[in-house]
């Protein structure tokens, strides 16, 4: 059994993913283009670094090789808004750099390639309900690489056997989003603002609404995923889904919590105007069937289990780190 390589390790979900691994006494190597600061002490004594960009062949390939893999989570990615104000930095991340990587597991014979998709390769004109396999045709940049990087996963595995796996992920809440990055990222800024007892002030309506899924049930699908056996896979990609929630529901489950938390609401026209024309995929429902048909997938956190978990690590590692 090889180690575990994490593409975009240093990030919000791989690091959680690594996390999990770790747990599992599993090898982990974390490659990513970023700073290592980022990671906390706690993870980054206890895997291997590559520093690394997707879009250079031979970093990929010499991270693939020189570390006995055998499975690749492939969540090294740009994400809106920088996909949009920058297509080609886009297409070269997200689409040479899933290319790359599949490259890489078929000339180095890796087991397993296990990707990170979006709600967010779904378009226009959609159902409150997304099927499973409801046609794709995004409207942004982000979606586009998404879309490109699954149907190449899929190539890969009918010409060449590649064992490539995917979720599509609806937006992840948890601790540990950057600062600013995309305008969901209010969602997990509100809840770890106000649990380190700061005030917050949310830019949407009280009516804004999005489907969620929490930072460890989404890190946990990924290795769910990719134990799933072969032979009860009916597609290569999967959505996934936990639970629905307004901004509204959002503050009330944190004041349930922190009934002294200081939250308000200054709806920003421009950012409401972006939501309704670019993500209106947001406050939909992804069909989720498939997966728990196939490989038993279920969330373990809802709203009010995953705003409490989020609230004690917070304030857990505020503490460790005091
Ligand atoms: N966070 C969400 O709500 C969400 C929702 C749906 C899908 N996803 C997908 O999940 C994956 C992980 O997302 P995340 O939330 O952890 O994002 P993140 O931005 O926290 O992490 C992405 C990581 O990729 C790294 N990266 C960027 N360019 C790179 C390059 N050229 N070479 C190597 N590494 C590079 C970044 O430094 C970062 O650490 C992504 O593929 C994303 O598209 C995320």
Same mark, same amino acid.
């Given at each position: 059994?090889?180690?575990?390589?994490?593409?975009?390790?240093?990030?919000?979900?791989?690091?959680?993913?690594?996390?999990?691994?770790?747990?599992?006494?599993?090898?982990?190597?974390?490659?990513?283009?970023?700073?290592?600061?980022?990671?906390?002490?706690?993870?980054?004594?206890?895997?291997?670094?590559?520093?690394?960009?997707?879009?250079?062949?031979?970093?990929?390939?010499?991270?693939?090789?020189?570390?006995?893999?055998?499975? /690749? &989570?492939?969540?090294? $990615?740009?994400?809106?808004?920088?996909?949009?104000?920058?297509? %080609? *930095?886009?297409?070269?991340?997200?689409?040479?750099?899933?290319?790359?990587?599949?490259?890489?597991?078929?000339?180095?014979?890796?087991?397993?390639?296990?990707?990170?998709?979006?709600?967010?390769?779904?378009?226009?004109?959609?159902?409150?309900?997304?099927?499973?396999?409801?046609?794709?045709?995004?409207?942004?940049?982000?979606?586009?690489?998404?879309?490109?990087?699954?149907?190449?996963?899929?190539?890969?595995?009918?010409?060449?056997?590649?064992?490539?796996?995917?979720?599509?992920?609806?937006?992840?809440?948890?601790?540990?989003?950057?600062?600013?990055?995309?305008?969901?990222?209010?969602?997990?800024?509100?809840?770890?603002?106000?649990?380190?007892?700061?005030?917050?002030? /949310? &830019?949407?309506?009280? $009516?804004?609404?999005?489907?969620?899924?929490?930072?460890?049930? %989404? *890190?946990?699908?990924?290795?769910?995923?990719?134990?799933?056996?072969?032979?009860?896979?009916?597609?290569?990609?999967?959505?996934?889904?936990?639970?629905?929630?307004?901004?509204?529901?959002?503050?009330?489950?944190?004041?349930?919590?922190?009934?002294?938390?200081?939250?308000?609401?200054?709806?920003?026209?421009?950012?409401?105007?972006?939501?309704?024309?670019?993500?209106?995929?947001?406050?939909?429902?992804?069909?989720?069937?498939?997966?728990?048909?196939?490989?038993?997938?279920?969330?373990?956190?809802?709203?009010?289990?995953?705003?409490?978990?989020?609230?004690?690590?917070?304030?857990?590692?505020?503490?460790?780190?005091?």
């Amino acid at each position: 059994m090889g180690k575990n390589l994490i593409t975009g390790g240093f990030g919000l979900i791989g690091r959680s993913l690594a996390k999990l691994l770790l747990s599992e006494s599993k090898e982990v190597v974390l490659f990513d283009v970023a700073s290592e600061s980022r990671l906390p002490k706690d993870i980054r004594d206890r895997v291997n670094i590559t520093h690394g960009d997707l879009t250079n062949w031979v970093q990929v390939i010499d991270a693939v090789k020189n570390n006995d893999i055998s499975c /690749i &989570y492939h969540l090294g $990615s740009l994400l809106p808004p920088t996909t949009e104000q920058n297509p %080609a *930095a886009a297409f070269a991340v997200n689409i040479t750099g899933t290319f790359n990587i599949l490259e890489a597991a078929r000339l180095l014979g890796v087991d397993s390639v296990i990707y990170a998709s979006s709600l967010s390769t779904f378009g226009f004109d959609l159902p409150q309900v997304i099927p499973n396999d409801f046609p794709q045709r995004p409207p942004n940049m982000y979606g586009v690489t998404k879309v490109c990087s699954e149907r190449l996963g899929e190539y890969y595995y009918s010409r060449f056997g590649i064992n490539f796996r995917g979720v599509r992920f609806p937006v992840i809440m948890g601790p540990g989003r950057v600062l600013g990055v995309g305008w969901t990222a209010f969602t997990s800024l509100l809840i770890e603002e106000t649990a380190l007892g700061r005030p917050y002030t /949310i &830019y949407v309506d009280k $009516s804004t609404s999005a489907g969620f899924l929490y930072l460890k049930d %989404a *890190a946990q699908s990924l290795i769910d995923l990719n134990r799933a056996d072969d032979e009860r896979l009916t597609r290569r990609v999967y959505n996934l889904y936990g639970f629905p929630a307004t901004a509204q529901d959002l503050v009330d489950s944190v004041k349930n919590h922190i009934p002294e938390a200081q939250i308000d609401f200054k709806p920003d026209q421009a950012m409401l105007r972006i939501i309704e024309t670019q993500y209106a995929v947001i406050s939909k429902r992804l069909d989720d069937t498939p997966a728990r048909e196939d490989w038993g997938w279920s969330p373990h956190y809802l709203l009010d289990q995953a705003v409490e978990d989020f609230i004690k690590e917070v304030r857990t590692n505020k503490a460790i780190d005091e």
